[in-house]
């Protein structure tokens, strides 16, 4: 099995930066789409932004399009999240999954990923 475990969450000041980490372990010799989702308390889990295993194609969402930065270091097992200019609308539970059917392709839908984090909080304050 996989486990995901999600770290570089804290508080920021709007207009600040923070990178998120998500370090795979466990039985990971294939090859998984890595995506990122977030939850803010009462409101469904969005998605974030995605990457395939080759790191050649992104997909992010357009509330975040231009702010935030995906990548992944295979030799690393470890795929992170570049956020800058942070609002407080940002504020939230992120989540890293990963999605061992995928190899082409990066999917927004959560119902596609298999394996999840525990979440790591992202506090922006005003």
């Known amino acids: 099995q996989v486990q995901l475990v999600e770290s570089g969450g804290g508080l920021v000041q709007a207009g600040g930066s923070l990178r998120l980490s998500c370090a795979a372990s466990?039985?990971?010799?294939?090859?998984?789409?890595m995506g990122w989702f977030r939850q803010a308390p009462g409101k469904k889990r969005e998605f974030v932004a995605a990457i395939t295993w080759t790191g050649r194609s992104t997909r992010y969402a357009d509330s975040v399009k231009g702010r935030f930065t995906i990548s992944r270091d295979n030799a690393k097992n470890t795929v992170y999240l570049q956020m800058m200019s942070l609002k407080p609308e940002d504020t939230a539970a992120y989540y890293c999954?990963?999605?061992?059917?995928?190899?082409?392709?990066?999917?927004?839908?959560?119902?596609?990923?298999?394996?999840w984090g525990q979440g790591t909080q992202v506090t922006v304050s005003s």
């Open positions: 466990g039985r990971t010799f294939g090859s998984y789409a």
């Open positions: 999954a990963a999605d061992p059917a995928s190899y082409h392709y990066a999917s927004v839908s959560e119902k596609e990923y298999e394996y």
